[in-house]
């Protein structure tokens, strides 16, 4: 069993515990209902057939809801010159899933009918796990796949930090993935930034220090790390920055992009209508900031729900979804995040 089922396996077999027992009693009616029973005998064989018709009908939605994706789209509005528009998908947290039960060719073909300018990784796109002999295959022939198609921008999430603040735990890890990137041809944006010089555009790869992704405790970002890492944004230039985790999106505003690109929080695995994701992964209830956009003064910001998952397989009412952003310049010199 790979390790990306290991939650899901045990909610999985909890299910199929309470079938097995609901059957076995609805069974046992249904041959007893050759026989003559009481009310209360019949009422008890009433009781288990509907928990059977129940937990069957729970398995059949939690399997709807959690698997297939949506492409959602945002329309942004900028003053700057970037030609008339830009337009870009933009992936987070696939965590080396087959989304697609095809090697992801369903995926890649989704994203090609988008016609992206480029594609943007927003992080998490492999999953960190201590066995030496677990290989993020799934997600390396995807990447090899992607880049063969599109310009790809990855940005670094907390499974690609661990890899790289932890050495002595994933040996060689890091390198080999960063060599990988590099080879596929993909632009590996760590502490960095690079410019899409036909559409003016600068896209920066902040990476959030490992200590930020602790549970259960709120942390803070030093005091203008993001600057110290990146320097100062080119007003002239349309700016991207990729920040896998959106709860630092303050510090994010200050550092003064057009466009803050982030995931990580699966859109709150389950999420209510109306109220929004239930939990983060730092295991923090309803979070700010869970999925879509969110604006402050001049920069907005793009959470997305993730493409894959990773532990626990499920989401309700919490589709995974493919984010295609296209950017029109506005001549009037008005801006939204709308």
């Known amino acids: ?29 249904i041959e007893a209902g050759r026989l003559q029973l009481n009310i209360a005998e019949e009422f008890t064989c009433l009781i288990y057939i509907v928990i059977a018709l129940l937990v069957v009908a729970l398995i059949v939605f939690v399997y709807v809801q959690s698997n297939g994706y949506n492409i959602v789209e945002y329309d942004l509005v900028t003053a700057k010159d970037i030609g008339s528009s830009v337009r870009f998908v933009m992936l987070s947290d696939l965590h080396d899933t087959d989304v697609t039960h095809d090697g992801n060719r369903q995926l890649l ?3 090609e009918s988008i016609n992206p300018d480029f ?40 499974h690609e930090q661990r890899y790289k603040a932890e050495p002595e735990r994933f040996p060689g890890k890091y390198d080999k993935l960063v060599s990988f990137v590099e080879e596929a041809g993909i632009h590996f944006l ?12 600068r896209i920066y790869g902040f990476d959030i220090p490992i200590d930020n992704y602790r549970r259960a405790v709120r ?11 990146l320097g100062n944004v080119d007003d002239n230039k349309y700016n991207i920055l990729i920040a896998h985790n959106p709860d630092f999106f303050d510090d994010y505003v200050a550092f003064g992009p057009d466009l803050v690109l982030s995931g990580h929080l699966h859109g709150g ?13 730092q295991l923090r209830l309803f979070p700010k900031y869970d999925f879509g956009t969110f604006t402050k003064g001049k920069t907005t910001m793009i959470v997305s729900r993730g493409i894959g998952w990773h ?5 309700i ?5 493919i984010v295609s952003v296209t950017i029109r310049q506005d001549k009037k010199g008005e801006t939204n995040g709308n």
Request: glycine residues 8%; proline residues 5%; aromatic residues 14%.
């Open 317 to 321: 009412f919490n589709k995974a979804e």
């Open 119 to 158: 594609v943007i990784l927003a992080g998490d796109m492999i999953t960190s796990y201590m066995q030496s002999s677990y290989n993020s295959d799934v997600a390396f022939d995807f990447l090899k796949e992607l880049a063969k198609r599109f310009t790809v921008y990855y940005g670094v999430g907390n």
């Open 219 to 229: 942390t803070y970002l030093p005091e203008g790390i993001i600057s110290d890492r």
């Open 311 to 315: 532990t626990i397989p499920i989401r």
């Open 269 to 281: 695995i389950v999420a209510i209508p109306g109220i929004g994701g239930v939990i983060s992964p």
């Open 109 to 111: 073909n989704s994203i």
């Open 190 to 201: 760590s502490d960095s930034y690079i410019d899409s010089v036909d559409e003016n555009v």
């Open 1 to 29: 069993m790979p390790p990306v089922f290991s939650g899901g396996f045990i909610f999985l077999k909890f299910t199929l515990f309470l079938l097995k027992i609901a059957c076995y009693n609805t069974i046992c009616c």
